[in-house]
């Protein structure tokens, strides 16, 4: 799960953050740099191929390594073939064949998240998911200090002016990190299939699409009722605030005079490993106090984080101010998200693991991905203060939400030990 986690949070940066920073050094407008991070969108649609993915064998290689290991396999020669095609390229002379291959990055990275939570959520009884997941986490979390700090270092090594634009060095380093997705590829080949649980054999193609595609959505509906329209409310904005203000950050270190070098060491390097202490904090007070409780603790941290970056605006090129508060900001992200995987995967069926992990992921980055993309124009007309403080306010609904969640809990604990008595 470790080289497995490597392998999925290699590509994210790689066509969101990173790429973002090779934008603004190439002389794109961060209107354009916002709307393009609607590549990231793709993930949030993935539910729509998740039950083909849970299903459907591929031919000779399902029967080979088995349906987990096969469908691994199949995203990651995709995820290599679109960052090759993203290494052959200058966007500020070819963009919009960089955008193709950065959606076909966005396209195997997706249906490998599908295939790996089903993965993770197989090899394991629920004892051991924390386990699993708090490895995940950590190989995830190496990965993006690899293609966010790694490929900026890269880059500013080979570079032969660091004051001006050199797109051979932007495009070695995204050859170096097409080579990296190997560790995924050796990790998949000599990993064990996990022994899944079959649903009934359906009867006719009728009877299989109703299997494949509905049955994992209704069962939850089901489960849930009406209360499920609270949860996957809850799903869609908990990390509105981090998702909409990380469009921008690349951008803004760029435009602030941050260098290569100083970003890869604060923001890439020191800041994941306070998002690696952060999620090693999460996961104790989780286990200590309860999921819901950390949940919120981390939506309150998260939100309030994003003020410091206003105050960051101000300052301008302060890199002391910036090792703090990229540490706070990380360390906050770290705490909300170990309490939300764990939320996440106590919602999932065994039965219909990866149509419902992917169901429930997709949900929470539409409307932030969405709404991310018009970051950039919002800081051409009002500024990046402005913009660090709007991506705060707008985490206040997050709290609501989840004390209703609580509340809706509660109810049904109360109901069912009246049914019990009776």
């Known amino acids: 799960m470790l080289f497995l986690g490597f392998s999925a949070g290699l590509p994210l940066l ?8 090779w934008l603004r050094e190439a002389g794109i407008d961060r209107s354009t740099i916002g709307y393009l991070t609607w590549v990231g969108l793709i993930y949030a649609f993935k539910w729509m191929w998740a039950p083909l993915v849970d299903r459907l064998p591929i031919p000779f290689f399902s ?19 679109g960052l090759l095609g993203m290494s052959s390229l200058d966007p500020k002379l070819a963009l919009t064949p960089v955008v193709w291959f950065a959606l076909l990055v966005a396209f195997g990275s997706a249906t490998q998240d ?9 090899s394991a009884d629920s004892i051991h998911q924390a386990a699993l997941a708090a490895t995940y986490q950590t190989g995830y979390r190496l990965a993006l200090i690899w293609a966010g700090a790694g490929a900026l270092w ?33 990790t998949t080949l000599f990993s064990k299939e996990p022994v899944r649980i079959e649903l009934a054999k359906a009867r006719n193609a009728k009877a299989w699409l109703h299997q494949t595609l509905i049955e994992p959505f209704a069962e939850f509906i089901y489960r849930y009722g009406w ?23 690349n951008p803004f270190y760029v435009d602030m005079g941050y260098t290569k070098d100083e970003v890869a060491a604060v923001s890439k390097v020191f800041g ?9 904090v999460g996961g104790v007070l989780t ?7 950390i949940l919120f603790v981390g939506a309150v941290l998260s939100a309030a984080s994003n003020l410091l970056f206003a105050w960051l605006a101000i300052q301008g090129h302060d890199l002391q101010g910036l090792i703090w508060v990229i540490s706070a900001d990380n360390l906050s992200s770290g705490i909300a998200s170990a309490a939300f995987i764990a939320f996440l995967s106590s919602l999932t069926n065994i039965k219909y693991s990866a149509t ?3 169901l429930f992921s997709s949900v929470m980055l539409l409307l932030p991905k969405w709404l991310a993309g018009f970051s950039g124009v919002f800081v051409d007309s009002f500024g990046y203060q402005a913009f660090f403080f709007g991506t705060a306010i707008i985490g206040a609904p997050v709290l609501v939400l989840i004390w209703l969640v609580i509340h809706l809990k509660l109810v049904e604990f109360k109901k069912h030990d009246s049914e019990v008595a009776h």
Request: proline share 0%.
């Open 227 to 249: 209360h499920a329209i609270a949860i996957l409310s809850l799903i869609a904005i908990y990390r509105i605030s981090d998702v909409v203000m990380g469009i921008m950050a």
């Open 154 to 186: 890269l880059a500013a090594r080979v570079e032969v002016n660091a004051t001006s634009y050199d797109a051979s060095a932007w495009q070695f380093a995204y050859l170096c990190m097409a080579a990296s997705i190997s560790v995924g590829i050796l």
């Open 287 to 293: 286990l200590r106090f309860g999921v819901m409780r």
């Open 356 to 358: 419902q992990y992917a």
């Open 272 to 280: 994941v490993v306070m998002t690696l202490l952060g999620a090693f």
């Open 63 to 81: 029967k080979l390594l088995g349906r987990r290991r096969s469908w691994l396999l199949f995203a990651q020669s995709l995820i290599i073939l």
């Open 14 to 21: 790689l066509i969101l953050g990173t790429l973002s920073f």
């Open 114 to 122: 599908i295939a790996l939570d089903a993965f993770r959520i197989e």
